[in-house]
């Protein structure tokens, strides 16, 4: 049991290149969420999914696209890379409780 | 939307004092408020929730308590120990189709000093 999986942990990209973020968890959660946390900031909601099929926008949405094939996958799209996107991203998933965490991938956007 | 504020924004503690982090919510829907602790660069890790039909949950030296008519939930750390020093996070959950929406408070700094 892996628990959440994060793809890749450090990432390096060009202003206007695109790229996605891989999260795939083992647990057969319904409910999965991404989140980017910045220096001296909280965790902000990006995008969440209560099923597949299913998405919806959280507070910081734009410029990020997700989709939800099956339970287990929740890609994070990033259509043009801009450097206000440097971030820590986290992806979560949980069923009727807590939320377990991926380790997480370090964007940096020059 | 759901707001969760968070208070205080970073607490100084020696070691054996207790330490207590409180947060607000708005959303009188919400009915799930679980606690994450976050060390310098490594995921947030569930540590203790409660939901809003109980007042009060306690899991060794770690307690949550809940005022739903206040809207306020707090974290309540007795007998601190440095390996207790990170950021903690409150959240809060509203039910039904917005259970996907995890709404996190801004954070508090705990340190503990030996």
């Known amino acids: 049991n892996a628990g959440v999986t994060q793809t890749p942990k450090f990432q390096v990209l060009k202003t206007g290149q695109s790229m996605t973020l891989q999260c795939a968890q083992d647990?057969?959660?319904?409910?999965m969420s991404w989140y980017r946390q910045d220096p001296g900031m909280g965790l902000r909601l990006i995008h969440y999914?209560?099923?597949?099929?299913?998405?919806d926008q959280g507070e910081v949405p734009n410029g990020y696209n997700v989709s939800r094939s099956t339970t287990e996958d929740f890609p994070l799209r990033l259509l043009s890379a801009a450097p206000s996107q440097t971030s820590v991203y986290f992806c979560?998933?949980?069923?009727?409780?807590?939320?377990?965490f991926g380790s997480g991938t370090r964007l940096t956007v020059v | 939307g759901e707001n969760v504020e968070q208070h205080p924004s970073t607490l100084s503690v020696q070691e054996g004092d207790s330490a207590v982090i409180k947060c607000t919510y708005s959303?009188?829907?919400?009915?799930?408020f679980p606690w994450y602790k976050q060390e310098l660069g490594k995921r947030p890790q569930l540590i203790i929730d409660?939901?809003?039909?109980?007042g009060e949950k306690k899991d060794q030296r770690i307690a949550v308590t809940l005022n739903k008519t206040a809207k306020h939930f707090s974290l309540h750390i007795t007998e601190t120990q440095p390996e207790d020093s990170a950021v903690y996070f409150c959240?809060?959950?509203?039910?039904?189709?917005?259970?996907?929406?995890?709404?996190f408070g801004q954070g508090t700094i705990l340190t503990v000093h030996p």
């Open positions: 999914s209560v099923g597949a099929g299913i998405t």
């Open positions: 409660i939901r809003s039909n109980v």
């Open positions: 979560a998933s949980s069923s009727i409780g807590g939320y377990t």
């Open positions: 959303d009188s829907a919400s009915n799930y």
């Open positions: 647990m057969n959660h319904e409910y």
């Open positions: 959240a809060a959950i509203a039910g039904g189709t917005s259970y996907g929406k995890l709404t």
